[in-house]
T-cell receptor, first 113, second 111 residues
Framework: EAQVTQNPRYLITVTGKKLTVTCSQN?????MSWYRQDPGLGLRQIYY???????DKGDVPEGYKVSRKEKRNFPLILESPSPNQTSLYFC????????????FGDGTRLSIL | RKEVEQDPGPFNVPEGATVAFNCTYS??????FFWYRQDCRKEPKLLMS???SGNEDGRFTAQLNRASQYISLLIRDSKLSDSATYLC????????????FGSGTRLSIRP
């Protein structure tokens, strides 16, 4: 089954404790992206990747890092999480570019205390 | 001005009604347009792409007006299951790498 898999689905943690949210897709998609969704603000792009070893900042990259060492994986790293990073996070992928429809993971609900 | 703007609603309409939403975008160089549907606390799912000539998929019709820089979604014969938030998505960068989501329009269909 074609899918984008995020882990964990839910995480409650404390300020400053490094965490990684994993994202994996099995569709051989080149384009992958991370979004955060907050009430009233919609989805905002954090980082995106056009292909392996190619990553770029989206609209709200501060406080986040990503890597794309393999085509299928695109982890989101919070080196020193803060409460303003409490949000619902989605990973997405699409074939070749975001001109193609994106497939989303189920989301990760992150709470930073 | 926001790059992509939608009326947040909520739109509360009776079952069987026709409802339409618009979404305006600011960058005239935008290349691709989509409507996604998002149920509460779930991931967005593609509803339909929006093509220059307009396109239809069953009860759903999408239109693009480049001159006025907006896209629209029309839902005919609305069903209870159409209740959701509808997200307008625009590629705002000519290099086709940057995607902007609207904040969404909430639709509630009542029996």
């Amino acid at each position: 089954e074609a899918q984008v898999t995020q882990n964990p689905r839910y995480l409650i943690t404390v300020t400053g404790k490094k965490l990684t949210v994993t994202c994996s897709q099995n569709m051989n998609h080149e384009y992958m992206s991370w979004y955060r969704q907050d009430p009233g603000l919609g989805l905002r792009q954090i980082y995106y990747s056009m292909n392996v070893e190619v990553t770029d900042k989206g609209d709200v990259p501060e406080g986040y890092k990503v890597s794309r060492k393999e085509k299928r994986n695109f982890p989101l790293i919070l080196e020193s999480p803060s409460p303003n990073q409490t949000s619902l996070y989605f990973c997405a992928s699409s074939d070749r570019s975001p001109n193609q429809p994106q497939h989303f993971g189920d989301g990760t609900r992150l709470s930073i205390l | 001005r926001k790059e992509v703007e939608q009326d947040p609603g909520p739109f509360n309409v009776p079952e069987g009604a026709t409802v339409a939403f618009n979404c305006t975008y600011s960058n005239s160089a935008s290349q691709s347009f989509f409507w996604y549907r998002q149920d509460c606390r779930k991931e967005p799912k593609l509803l339909m792409s929006v093509y220059s000539s307009g396109n239809e998929d069953g009860r759903f019709t999408a239109q693009l007006n480049r001159a006025s820089q907006y896209i629209s979604l029309l839902i005919r014969d609305s069903k209870l299951s159409d209740s959701a938030t509808y997200l307008c998505v625009v590629n705002t960068d000519s290099s086709a790498s940057k995607i902007i989501f609207g904040s969404g329009t909430r639709l509630s269909i009542r029996p």
